[in-house]
């Protein structure tokens, strides 16, 4: 079986992150967790985002995918019920 392009570039990161510094390669981190993502493999995506978040907390768009993967294809029960209770004009708004 031949490796196609993201199978190639999984041995690239996969490569890169167990052999140098993790905070020098979050770009690295990031991508891994985009194509784990674009296969379907969500569970993997968020542990590769959430390594990205311990290292650089502030992250908008990893914090984005992290909710996206909890809201739709992990926890999508509760995802519903945080929006219903967000649009709810009889919970006050804490913000």
Request: net charge negative; with cysteine.
């Amino acid at each position: 079986m031949s490796l196609n392009g993201l199978g190639k570039s999984r041995i690239y990161y996969d490569k890169i992150i167990n052999e140098i510094d993790k905070k020098d390669h979050l770009d690295e981190l990031y991508n891994k967790g985009v194509d784990f993502l674009n296969e379907e493999e969500y569970r993997k995506a968020l542990g590769m985002f959430k390594k990205v978040i311990s290292l650089n907390p502030n992250d908008a768009e990893v914090w984005s995918y992290i909710g996206e993967i909890l809201g739709r294809f992990l926890i999508p029960c509760c995802f519903e019920s945080f929006y219903r209770a967000a649009i709810s004009p009889n919970i006050p708004n804490f913000v």
